[in-house]
């Protein structure tokens, strides 16, 4: 296999797609891959560099020899990379279907319910902002600040053009809030896919917790409720969680007492 490899430059153990990507990587790096001379021979430097192309052609070997379509190459890179990389990679490299936009936006809102309030949404399509402990412990009684429509959070695609990058199109992946755009990051991404699949933690990424304070303020800038003007116009809105499920209270002030509305 290495003679197929390194000598003769068959690839043909790749499906086209790979073949056309090693080609254009051995023919960029060619002065790397072959020594020459005796000068070369000698020179260490170029040893290492040759070697880390052999690295490298040997790495797709072992990924993508056996693939035999897109599909199988989107299982592999969401396998090392998470499960929404080949869509994520799709929404910033192509124009996307609706469908495909809306898939995502689901996803986000089922992710966002579970971080707001601990429990999936189950058909439900407001998405309640509530105030709540950020130490990723499960709380029992959070305050609704606020309420968004599933359908008010939009994930759209914005063309950039990119001088320094060799690909035609290149797309930014937002989540529109109202009037403000949040960009979303693989990371960003990522994390909403794990909070589905029951990991809630995100303190190892400092970028990752920064981004996600950034989100919860845009929310409550653009959704949440405006402060009462009195005590009488005080309203509170709780949410219970119970072993039988989620309660949602209301709460008025009247005459300085607590009544349940």
Not at 242 to 250: D, F, L
Request: include cysteine; glycine fraction near 4%; hydrophobic fraction near 35%.
């Amino acid at each position: 296999m290495d003679y197929s490899l390194f000598v003769s430059n068959d690839y043909s153990c790749f499906m086209p797609k790979i073949q056309k990507e090693l080609t254009a990587l051995t023919q960029r790096y060619r002065k790397h891959y072959q020594i020459t001379d005796e000068e070369q021979l000698l020179d260490r430097k170029k040893h290492e560099e040759e070697l880390r192309l052999r690295e490298a052609i040997r790495r797709f070997y072992l990924l993508f020899s056996l693939c035999e379509s897109d599909a199988d190459i989107d299982r592999i890179m969401n396998q090392i990379f998470g499960e929404s990389y080949a869509d994520y990679r799709k929404l910033i490299s192509s124009k996307q279907s609706n469908i495909m936009l809306r898939n995502m936006q689901g996803m986000i809102f089922d992710a966002l319910y579970i971080k707001n309030t601990g429990y999936l949404p189950e058909g439900k399509t407001v998405l309640p902002l509530t105030l709540r402990r950020e130490d990723d412990v499960f709380q029992n009684v959070m305050i609704v600040l606020g309420e968004v429509s599933k359908y008010d959070l939009k994930v759209i695609q914005e063309r950039v053009t990119n001088q320094f990058e060799d690909v035609d199109n290149k797309f930014d992946l937002y989540l529109k809030l109202g009037e403000k755009n949040f960009k979303l990051s693989l990371p960003m991404i990522t994390y909403f896919n794990n909070l589905i699949d029951g990991a809630i933690s995100s303190n190892n990424n400092p970028a990752l917790t920064h981004g996600i304070a950034q989100l919860d303020a845009l929310l409550l800038e653009q959704f949440g409720e405006d402060a009462p003007e009195s005590e009488e116009d005080c309203e509170l809105t709780v949410i219970i969680n119970t072993a039988k499920g989620q309660e949602v209270e209301h709460f008025a002030f009247e005459n300085n007492k607590l009544s349940i509305q």
